[in-house]
């Protein structure tokens, strides 16, 4: 936590603050140099809390149980430096203690074979949200890239239900428009989109339109932005355009309900994933970032596309503070909104 390159001021706001990052993919299974580098760069971003992703849509059951369960052993073999996450006063202890907070979630719902039950055995596992669909349709609903447009089917209804009566968050990012809009009317707890960006700043299929915004607000939810370089513009991941995108959302629905969810992927993470690794998982994810960007990017290699990176958040408090936000209403960005979300959903 020390090099910032920033005011004295936002280095004392950012020290202080819960920096809570509601989406960073994990880089595979095993104890690798990756891992740690990432792990390094949040803690160097002052990090508190983050939730990584530990399945998507093309994971069933035995390969979603098993990520877990190695997930799980490797954060807790170093207990002196990541606490798993199980509740928001967990959160609070991470951040007294100097340690980094760590939860998952799933990009889609097909880990559940759809299987009701095995919500709770997930949450109890470490999953606090899971997204309805990743890009196309699936049981649950569509998809933001889908052909159609349909909304929840019986069984998302049902799901969301379950979700909200397990503690589990409701998220709607990659989710099509009408499956979303559904969610919002049936979920009983605030509603997320935990890394997605507002078209109208930049009009792109894997965006979010304002009436969706507007209507997570209303549920009591949160809009954490998402920092890939092709959904923020012409693959521009630089801090202000970040923060122009903060801003949209804040003057939309009051920054009360934005957050970060940076969907960053280390550089290395990249290049050891080359694409042409046919079938590989993390190949389908970049695959997606340049279809979802309506082909708005340098290319489809995710060698070329840029991130906003953990250790830019340091950069991004000291520009709110710049732009005129209240050390409140930057916390409340930094992380105590969507903490905020988790003290009423979690269990």
């Known amino acids: 936590m020390t090099g910032w390159n920033i005011s004295e001021e936002a280095t004392e706001l950012h020290r202080n603050a819960i920096v809570w990052d509601m989406l960073i993919p994990l880089a595979g299974h095993d104890r690798s140099p990756v891992i740690e580098e990432m792990l390094q760069a949040m803690v160097d971003g002052g990090y508190t809390y983050v939730s990584f992703t530990v399945a998507t849509d093309w994971h069933n059951i035995n390969e979603t149980v098993h990520a877990l369960g190695q997930y799980r052993t490797y954060f807790l073999a170093e207990p002196e430096k990541y606490l798993l996450i199980e509740t928001?006063?967990?959160?609070?202890?991470?951040?007294?203690?100097?340690?980094?907070?760590?939860?998952?979630?799933?990009?889609?719902?097909?880990?559940?074979?759809?299987?009701?039950?095995?919500?709770?055995?997930?949450?109890?596992?470490?999953?606090?949200?899971?997204?309805?669909?990743?890009?196309?349709?699936?049981?649950?609903?569509?998809?933001?890239?889908?052909?159609?447009d349909d909304g929840l089917s019986r069984l998302g209804v049902a799901l969301v239900e379950e979700m909200n009566r397990v503690g589990m968050i409701v998220d709607g990012t990659h989710t099509g428009y009408r499956t979303t809009m559904d969610m919002f009317e049936v979920s009983k707890d605030p509603v997320i989109f935990s890394h997605s960006n507002p078209s109208g700043m930049w009009d792109i299929p894997r965006s979010i339109k304002d009436d969706q915004i507007m209507a997570c607000a209303k549920t009591g939810g949160v809009i954490s932005l998402n920092g890939v370089g092709t959904f923020l513009g012409d693959n521009d991941a630089s801090t202000k355009m970040y923060l122009d995108h903060i801003d949209y959302v804040a003057k939309l629905v009051g920054p009360e309900h934005v957050g970060i969810g940076t969907d960053?992927?280390?550089?290395?993470?990249?290049?050891?994933?080359?694409?042409?690794?046919?079938?590989?998982?993390?190949?389908?994810?970049?695959?997606?970032?340049?279809?979802?960007?309506?082909?708005?990017?340098?290319?489809?290699?995710?060698?070329?596309?840029?991130?906003?990176?953990?250790?830019?958040?340091?950069?991004?408090?000291?520009?709110?503070?710049?732009?005129?936000?209240?050390?409140?209403?930057?916390?409340?960005?930094?992380?105590?909104?969507?903490?905020g979300v988790a003290k009423k959903v979690w269990k």
């Open 264 to 339: 960053w992927l280390h550089p290395n993470e990249r290049r050891a994933n080359p694409p042409s690794a046919a079938h590989n998982p993390m190949q389908v994810h970049m695959d997606a970032h340049f279809k979802a960007s309506g082909g708005k990017s340098r290319g489809p290699s995710w060698d070329k596309i840029d991130y906003v990176s953990p250790t830019q958040i340091p950069e991004l408090t000291d520009h709110m503070l710049k732009r005129g936000y209240s050390e409140k209403e930057i916390c409340g960005v930094l992380g105590e909104n969507m903490m």
């Open 88 to 148: 928001v006063d967990d959160v609070l202890r991470a951040k007294k203690e100097g340690k980094l907070g760590i939860s998952f979630h799933f990009q889609g719902t097909n880990p559940l074979n759809s299987d009701l039950q095995m919500v709770e055995t997930y949450y109890k596992l470490g999953i606090r949200h899971m997204l309805m669909a990743y890009n196309i349709k699936n049981i649950i609903g569509d998809g933001c890239m889908e052909r159609t």
